[in-house]
């Protein structure tokens, strides 16, 4: 079947534009065009689109209203805003009901690899209804803590960006969305933006306050009581894990772009988690503490309650914000590095590891089973496993926020 796209600008040679670039792609796509907001509404209450591809500034209803639209009624369709004004008012307001933004002029090649990537993944989370909640989302649930210091560092007029960006660095969804916002080729970056840490400088000061005081990129949602403690306990586990991988990277003489790679892929990995805490608080915190009750891991039984795993959910969420395959298949595959085709010392391999071992160290009982020695063996690095286990202490006594124990894997 092809993927339906719905292309909206009220400029009509820019239509023509895309028509003519895109002209080989049509055994492949179903494209459609409209020049106003009004109209691309109109063609899908006819028929709902797989992409929305729409300029921002249209007169009548603009780029944003519309966007706004398609997330509430068509929640499963992937946005993508397109535009050729690069100031700080446009990116702003795109945050939010935005996946992905687009810079004019846009190559063939560009508009093609987006719209490829943002959909790539929909083969593996076939639930429709996992679809639309996970396309739905602006921002994902921070620890309050981490709220109130960000809040708190905001607010001061002498706060820095590496200030910033150390804190960012400490949280999985402020760390998703920034990285989202920053690599969007609304930015026109030759080189993807790896951390948090970079992606603040790139930002600045006035954008990031913006984009948390007006916007609100994070929230301390859940906010039922069963759910507030889970948050915490995943973002403690988050860390420690991203801490661990980077001794990893560190011991094995990475160099700077795949420590980068593999920091924030081990800070993210179960970013699916806090989707899930998100949108099901209370079926989730049940199957949490089922799975604390019993030997069965936390991803079986989610496969069996939402018929995908945290790491489906969290791949899925990361293609759509147009995160790189590199970091989306360490997602995706963390807790079956097998399955994944590519074989070597990459994110994935120490992801895993790194996660399987922290949950070892932390829950003894729970943890050693889920280390695929098999899969190290496979590529070269199970003579590697004792040397990193050793290297747990060291990374676990960094500084970080309240350290709960037990993380369910």
């Known amino acids: 079947m092809k993927t339906r796209i719905l292309f909206v600008d009220d400029e009509p040679y820019v239509l023509q534009g895309l028509c003519r ?11 459609v065009f409209a020049g106003s907001g009004q109209e691309a509404l109109d063609q899908m209450a006819e028929k709902p689109f797989d992409v929305l591809v729409t300029d921002v500034r249209m007169p009548g209803m603009d780029g944003m209203a519309l966007l706004n639209r398609v997330r509430r009624q068509y929640p499963k369709t992937v946005r993508i805003a397109l535009s050729g004004q690069s100031d700080q008012e446009t990116l702003i307001k795109a945050v939010g009901p935005t996946h992905q933004f687009l810079s004019k002029p846009c190559d063939a090649e560009t508009v093609q690899s987006t719209i490829r990537r943002a959909c790539a993944l929909r083969e593996h989370l076939a639930d429709e209804n996992l679809q639309k909640t996970i396309s739905g989302l602006t921002s994902l649930p921070s620890p309050s803590a981490f709220c109130s210091k960000m809040l708190s560092e905001l607010q001061d007029p002498d706060t820095s960006v590496s200030r910033l960006g150390e804190l960012i660095s400490r949280d999985v969804a402020m760390t998703t969305k920034v990285l989202q916002v920053v690599n969007s080729s609304y930015f026109g970056l030759r080189q993807r933006v790896s951390t948090p840490a970079a992606a603040a400088v790139l930002l600045g000061v006035d954008t990031m306050r913006s984009l948390v005081l007006s916007v609100g990129v994070f929230s301390q949602k859940p906010r039922t009581g069963t759910s507030r403690p889970l948050v915490e306990r995943l973002a403690n586990h988050s860390y420690r894990v991203s801490a661990l991988a980077r001794r990893i990277a560190e011991a094995e003489r990475a160099d700077k772009q795949l420590k980068e790679q593999i920091f924030v892929a081990a800070l993210v990995h179960d970013v699916g988690k806090l989707v899930l805490l998100d949108s099901f608080p209370d079926e989730y915190a049940v199957l949490w503490e089922w799975a604390d009750r019993q030997e069965k891991p936390l991803w079986m039984l989610e496969k069996e309650a939402f018929g995908a795993a945290h790491a489906d959910v969290g791949a899925y ?17 963390h807790h079956c590095p097998s399955q994944c085709p590519g074989q070597a010392f990459d994110p994935l391999s120490v992801v895993h590891a790194a996660d399987a071992l922290e949950a070892e160290q932390s829950s003894p009982d729970a943890g050693s089973a889920d280390l695929d020695v098999e899969y190290l063996t496979g ?23 309240n350290v709960c124990e037990n993380p369910v894997r």
Do not use: C, H, N
């Open 21 to 31: 670039m895109l002209r080989g792609l049509r055994d492949e796509w179903k494209m």
């Open 317 to 333: 969420l990361l293609g759509l914000w147009g995160f790189t395959d590199i970091i989306v298949e360490a997602v995706a595959f």
């Open 379 to 401: 590529i070269g690095l199970a003579d590697r496993i004792d040397t990193w286990r050793e290297l747990i202490p060291d990374s676990l006594s960094e500084e970080q926020p």
